[in-house]
């Protein structure tokens, strides 16, 4: 699939109205800023960050004001995912504010107009009032020893307030697999893929890709997206069910008060 600019505005604004519902009501708040959104959810949480910035042209000062004052005095630091469509003057100035570097990711992307076949693996949904329990475990396997009733808490409320839909595979009454799907203009995002160690190596990550691919498809998407870290597993995984580099970008660590 060719990436170009539209494609990469459109996949990065959809990424951003993901970042606004995920936020939900106070005290998490957003702001749209220059074609994107700024978010905030506490000091540390993983939605206090940028996405899209950027994305329509040079920012304006009145644009640098409105970012600022928005962080000003509610953390120390957010994370500024800087779109590869931002203005070169614009990039200067955050890599001269930064005060480091979060990641490198890539994100992928593939059409729905032809999805794989389904796996012989029963994926049902998650029900909503399992959700909790379901991220609990999860944020176990992404994350071994970070704070996992906090990183629960984290992902509980976005998965509620961006009306994701969650799916699983199970062992008896024990899920041992999930996955979720969210769709914003017309993209789907395959997020949250993870599957307990010990029942790795049986598909079921394939399966789960697959799942909803179809599921996408199904509710109107016309394309699916999907982040990894550059050179990732993950990436690899990606690329072999049919996804393909779209772009790569830097995140920064931003000073929540400007020098």
Known sequence: MKADAALIRRIEQS????????????????????GGVAGFRGDGDFCTQTVAIGVDGAMTEADWRT???FYAGKCTAYEFKLSPLSDAADRRRIVLRATDITEFET??????????ALADVV????????????????AAWFF???????????IYASI??????????RDGDQWVAGAALTIANGVAWLTGGA????YRRRGYHRALIAYRLREAARRGADIAAQGALAGSVSQTNAQSNGF????????????????
């Open 15 to 34: 990424e951003a109205e993901n970042l606004s519902r995920c936020l939900g009501p106070a005290p998490a708040e957003y702001r749209r800023i220059a």
């Open 67 to 69: 970012l600022d004052e």
């Open 107 to 116: 994100i992928l992307v593939r059409s729905l107009a032809d999805v794989p």
């Open 123 to 138: 994926i049902e949904p998650i029900p909503t009032d399992m959700y909790r329990a379901y991220m609990d475990r999860a």
């Open 144 to 154: 071994p020893g970070m704070d996992h009733a906090a990183l629960g808490d984290s």
């Open 160 to 169: 509620v307030a961006s009306e994701a839909s969650l799916f699983g595979i």
């Open 195 to 198: 599957v307990d160690p010990e």
């Open 244 to 259: 393909s580099i779209a772009f790569t970008r830097t995140s920064y660590l931003l000073p929540g008060e400007p020098a």
